[in-house]
């Protein structure tokens, strides 16, 4: 069983930036690509972005690129994501999710692709 825990989460003003990390308690880490997904109040969860477990290519929500940056770094079983330029309507909880795949060039886009998710770290962007 993977188990994600993520951290970083907060109040940030508009305009301002955060950090998101993800560490993964697993033996082979390689193996799981990664997304990180987001949940607002009465909505769905939605893909923000994507990584494949190479780390070559990724994957971003349209209304969230330039914006916002996935990263990983398999050597300390963590993913990333950055955001800037924040803006309210950013306001969510925050998931990171992990695909057990042994395609090393391919990233996943959909809740239901993901075998595993994290307990989730919330963002609040106030104006």
């Known amino acids: 069983q993977l188990q994600l825990v993520e951290s970083g989460g907060g109040l940030v003003q508009a305009g301002g930036s955060l950090r998101l990390s993800c560490v993964a308690a697993?033996?082979?880490?390689?193996?799981?690509?990664m997304g990180w997904f987001r949940q607002a109040p009465g909505k769905e969860r939605d893909l923000v972005a994507s990584?494949?477990?190479?780390?070559?290519?990724?994957y971003y929500a349209d209304s969230l690129k330039g914006r916002f940056t996935i990263s990983r770094d398999n050597a300390k079983n963590t993913v990333y994501l950055q955001m800037n330029s924040l803006k309210p309507e950013d306001t969510a909880v925050y998931y990171c999710?992990?695909?057990?795949?042994?395609?090393?060039?391919?990233?996943?886009?959909?809740?239901?692709?993901?075998?595993?998710w994290g307990q989730g770290t919330q963002v609040t962007v106030s104006s």
């Open positions: 999710a992990a695909k057990r795949t042994f395609r090393p060039s391919t990233y996943y886009i959909a809740v239901s692709d993901y075998d595993y």
């Open positions: 697993v033996r082979t880490y390689v193996n799981y690509a």
């Open positions: 990584i494949t477990w190479s780390g070559d290519s990724t």
